[in-house]
């Protein structure tokens, strides 16, 4: 009719622009027109005049019109990224084909959906006759994102008084533990590297890209490096560990910037240690190089495997080195060395040292106390106007050759290790030129093994044939070994060089005393 024919049109002029991706346009279009015959007849038959049009027809037998036939349909729509993917269904009328979920399944994977369709979602919306409803039949499967890395450290950012107790339970706050050492290579920090995350799978089968982890914001102190691999954070060098400025520093030497007392604690390091201030009674200070300190040291004990160097002075105190001791005045203190020791005054000390003993300057005094060295003494003073008993022990063959004895049978040990490992490493040589110029594994560890024995004996090896021949040349001149004195020798004093003997029973001034003709004498400078 021309009412059908205008009502088509309209919707066609409506729906143009749908019909281009709409696959069931035509459908919609027949259930539409459809709904408009079923209208009008209901219109026809409520209209006025209708009940003898109605009568008029009952003689006549209307004639029955055929519907045609329409199928339900599915439509599925997506957003452009793959995430997710809905689906409505359209119902069947006029007996047409239902929608089913094998239809549902054909028209994903006509549109490319290949991946986290829901089966059961879309068989309930099919078996319930859900229509006209969008529901979600696809999700993406949503990527795993990286996680971040992260930075642990095995020492206290903190350091934290912890006294310690004796078997009763006492609390002893000189031994604080606030120095930390740590070694060269000690693993400072453990660093967990971020993750990459896993990708997800878009509705179309293609991945997502995941975001991947973040690196740990990570600051290398002084003295720290990160390994190769970045996993870990270690030390660089020997030192002590200490946190600041963010991050954790390795200090070769440890520096106290005050007085050494029960705020510090005592101090054992393998190091240097600078004291700015006084090392004060009951303290003691151990440390495997050097130790210099700046103020007084009050009754402490004092240890170095180097020099030690103490600007003020010492009053009752032990101080032990390796090396040379120098002072600026002591007092009651008992010094051994190794080395040299030097002071401005020696008052009643108690001091042994294997190299020369300096009281430096005009008015370098050693006064009262016991002075024993292996080489001169040298002094402005000895002794003093109250004829203070004062000895001093120059020399003593008797040690150095027992030294040089030493010496000489650790010598002999090396010769014999060195002299093997040249004779193992020619045999390995002479193996791997018969065996084609290769070695097997074992040889090969024990060719290391053996070239670096070699390698270290002959240094040690020259080592301890000039200290031997340093020891030599001491024992040839040890008659040449001296007191001398700048200033004044007081009675009272004693000497002693190389078992001969000489107490001073005058003032003498600016002389030496020395051996002449097996006897001990004094002679002017």
């Given at each position: 009719s021309?009412?059908?024919?205008?009502?088509?049109?309209?919707?066609?002029?409506?729906?143009?622009?749908?019909?281009?991706?709409?696959?069931?346009?035509?459908?919609?279009?027949?259930?539409?027109?459809?709904?408009?015959?079923?209208?009008?007849?209901?219109?026809?038959?409520?209209?006025?005049?209708?009940?003898?049009?109605?009568?008029?027809?009952?003689?006549?037998?209307k004639p029955e019109i055929k519907k045609e036939p329409v199928d339900g349909s599915v439509e599925i729509t997506f957003d452009p990224d793959g995430m997710t993917a809905n689906m409505i269904l359209h119902k069947a009328y006029n007996g047409g084909r239902p929608v089913t979920a094998a239809i549902v399944m054909a028209e994903l994977l006509k549109k490319g959906?290949?991946?986290?369709?829901?089966?059961?979602?879309i068989k309930d919306m099919v078996d319930g006759g859900?229509?006209?409803?969008?529901?979600?039949?696809?999700?993406?499967?949503?990527?795993?994102?990286?996680?971040?890395?992260?930075?642990?450290?095995?020492?206290?950012?903190?350091?934290?008084?912890?006294?310690?107790?004796?078997?009763?339970?006492?609390?002893?706050?000189?031994?604080?533990?606030?120095?930390?050492?740590?070694h060269k290579g000690d693993i400072i920090a453990d660093i967990k590297q971020p993750t990459p995350g896993e990708p997800g799978v878009n509705i179309f089968g293609r991945a997502i890209m995941p975001e991947p982890g973040k690196m740990p914001n990570i600051t290398v102190g002084k003295n720290t490096l990160m390994t190769a691999d970045g996993k870990y954070i270690v030390s660089a060098c020997d030192g002590h560990i200490m946190y600041g400025t963010g991050c954790f520093n390795v200090e070769d030497t440890v520096?106290?910037?005050?007085?050494?007392?029960?705020?510090?604690?005592?101090?054992?390091?393998?190091?240097d240690i600078y004291i700015k201030g006084n090392v004060m009674e009951g303290f003691s200070v151990k440390a495997g190089r050097s130790l210099k300190i700046e103020g007084t040291v009050f009754s402490a004990d004092l240890s170095a495997g180097g020099d030690i160097t103490i600007n003020g002075g010492a009053i009752n105190s032990r101080i032990k080195s390796d090396a040379n001791v120098k002072i600026g005045f002591c007092e009651?203190?008992?010094?051994?060395?190794?080395?040299?020791?030097?002071?401005?005054?020696?008052?009643?000390?108690?001091?042994?040292?294997?190299?020369?003993?300096?009281?430096?300057?005009?008015t370098g005094v050693i006064t009262g106390g016991t002075i024993t060295c292996m080489k001169d003494?040298?002094?402005?003073?000895?002794?003093?106007?109250?004829?203070?008993?004062?000895?001093?022990?120059?020399?003593?063959?008797?040690?150095?050759?027992?030294?040089?004895?030493?010496?000489?049978?650790?010598?002999?040990?090396?010769?014999?290790?060195?002299?093997?490992?040249?004779?193992?490493?020619?045999?390995?040589k002479m193996r791997k030129k018969r065996q084609g110029g290769r070695l097997t594994d074992v040889q090969s560890k024990q060719m290391k093994t053996e070239t670096q024995n070699k390698v270290f004996y002959s240094v040690k090896r020259k080592e301890l044939e000039e200290y031997i021949a340093q020891l030599e040349?001491?024992?040839?001149?040890?008659?040449?070994?001296?007191?001398?004195?700048?200033?004044?020798?007081?009675?009272?004093?004693?000497?002693?060089?190389?078992?001969?003997?000489?107490?001073?029973?005058?003032?003498?001034?600016?002389?030496?005393?020395?051996?002449?003709?097996?006897?001990?004498?004094?002679?002017?400078?």
């Open positions: 021309i009412a059908e024919h205008k009502y088509v049109s309209e919707i066609i002029q409506n729906g143009g622009e749908i019909m281009a991706f709409d696959a069931g346009y035509a459908d919609k279009i027949n259930n539409a027109l459809e709904e408009y015959r079923q209208d009008e007849s209901e219109m026809r038959q409520n209209a006025p005049g209708a009940e003898n049009f109605n009568t008029e027809a009952e003689g006549t037998k959906i290949n991946t986290g369709i829901d089966d059961l979602d859900v229509y006209e409803t969008p529901i979600c039949v696809a999700r993406a499967i949503p990527p795993k994102r990286g996680e971040n890395g992260s930075i642990s450290f095995r020492y206290e950012k903190k350091r934290v008084p912890k006294p310690q107790h004796d078997e009763f339970g006492v609390a002893d706050f000189r031994e604080l533990n606030l120095i930390v050492p740590i520096t106290v910037k005050s007085d050494l007392d029960i705020s510090v604690g005592n101090i054992d390091f393998f190091g009651n203190t008992d010094i051994k060395a190794d080395g040299n020791v030097e002071s401005a005054q020696f008052a009643f000390c108690s001091v042994f040292c294997y190299g020369e003993l300096i009281a430096k300057g005009k003494v040298t002094a402005g003073v000895i002794g003093s106007e109250k004829y203070t008993a004062t000895e001093i022990n120059i020399g003593d063959g008797s040690v150095t050759c027992a030294r040089k004895r030493a010496a000489e049978d650790e010598l002999k040990t090396v010769v014999d290790i060195y002299e093997q490992a040249s004779k193992n490493v020619d045999f390995l040349s001491d024992l040839r001149h040890r008659d040449d070994l001296c007191a001398k004195v700048t200033g004044t020798i007081f009675p009272g004093s004693k000497f002693c060089i190389n078992y001969l003997t000489l107490d001073a029973t005058e003032v003498y001034t600016r002389s030496k005393v020395c051996v002449i003709n097996d006897t001990i004498q004094i002679v002017p400078m």
